[in-house]
């Protein structure tokens, strides 16, 4: 009778063991899941200048790519709004709001640049 009580403390704290460990996953689970849905509200909760703010870094990088292109002027404009789409997209921000703005920005750009090289 001896062995069986043995054995049967021996699974039990194993079964325990299981349970302490499932119970330890699922709080790191759902602790991520609750970091990466505040990251989601952050982001959509951004006010509009901090979202123009990371478009126009955005444009920037994406107009120094399209300047290194053999495009023409047209292209490298639609290179530039595709790639800031992009990454629009990837972040979860919808540029369509943003769109009239960016294109003013990249012409405004464009031409500060065309003085500056005379």
Do not use: P, R
Request: a neutral charge; one cysteine or more.
């Amino acid at each position: 009778m001896h062995l069986f009580t043995v054995d049967w403390l021996t699974t039990a704290q194993g079964v325990l063991s299981l349970i302490t460990g499932l119970v330890g996953l699922i709080g790191t689970g759902i602790g991520a899941f609750f970091a990466i849905k505040n990251f989601i509200v952050a982001t959509k909760t951004k006010k509009a200048s901090e979202i123009w703010n990371m478009i126009m870094s955005m444009a920037d990088a994406a107009m120094k790519e399209a300047e290194a292109s053999l495009k023409s002027g047209e292209d490298k404009k639609k290179m530039v709004i595709d790639a800031v789409d992009a990454g629009c997209k990837a972040a979860g921000i919808d540029l369509s709001a943003f769109l009239n703005q960016l294109n003013s920005y990249i012409d405004q750009t464009i031409s500060f640049v065309n003085q500056m090289k005379k």
